[in-house]
């Protein structure tokens, strides 16, 4: 196997100045229709045809900020001519489309954007000339960990549609460990998501599978920015300090290799975007600086290819 540099190819990067136009997005609160829907979901049934491409799991506790990632990275690349579609065939239930028609107008749209109205689960293609690159899940926070169930951390525990593509299927698979900065919970909850974590690389991961450790909100920690740039290695500081031991779960046991590479994930400190409420309610969501998906997607390329 090749090996990886593990280094972003930037120590800093530039928080440019975007014009992005304000989008409206709903409120955080999920319809009731929408719990009524997602309780009556079979996630048994479900259906990869493609068992080759490579599954980014979006793995992080609820409102840390997968369903707004995919949504920015998806953005991203279709500017940058990808295609990007919900895998209509992944699940054969009604429901199951809505969701994906719902996903489709969310990024096609640059007046609402619903990126928390996803209650489910929902696989998305991202694809270049006919070819499909990568498959990205999207799910909710819960089914990976949830706080209010603290002790729940085996890696025994996933629900059956997880358990089916985590075990059963040859693709590899990229974790992207969504962190987030100045996350407002108990010292004991980053514990046990990190305990999560550390099964869940022991009794899951494959030899083929790569890591990517994703520190999302990072316009939350003022102090990581100068004259309008990003400190890197800073920001992997403060997740470190923040997630106490996550790094160590993926230290690299091999003695030559750990001389240059002491830890087998990437880094990548990340911004969905900006948030403020609106009167009436709604929440306004302006698009984070380019340099953030981009920087993902590097990384991403990265793990797909390497
Ligand atoms: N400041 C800041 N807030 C963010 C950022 N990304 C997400 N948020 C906030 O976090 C909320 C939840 O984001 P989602 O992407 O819906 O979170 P999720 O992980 O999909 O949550 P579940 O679907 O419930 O598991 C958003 O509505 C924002 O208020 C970010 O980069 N910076
Ligand atoms: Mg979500």
Redesign the pocket.
Known sequence: MKDEEIDLNVEDFNIGEDTNSGIN?MP?ESSTEDSAASAVIDEDDIKIEDKKTPIIMLF??????????L?RLARYLRKMGYTIKANTTFKADDTYKERCDTFHKNINTTEALL??A??EFLMVKVINHGTTICQIL?????HYFNPKKPEEISARNFRPYLTQIIRNLPNRKIWVY?TEAEWNVHASVKDSYVGRIRNCKHQLLKPSDRVIILY?????KEELFEEGKLHVSSAERAMRDEYEGLAAVFKNPNPITSLWRPFNYRFVP??????TNQVGGK?KYNE?EEIYPRILWEQLMKCIKG
């Not at 992080?60 to 990632?69: A, L, R």
């Open positions: 997005i955080e992080g506790p609820p409102t840390s900020g997968k369903s707004m990632t949504v990126g928390n996803l209650n999207e799910a909710p926070g819960e969504i999302n909100k990072v316009d939350q990340f911004c969905t975007g900006y948030y929440r984070s």
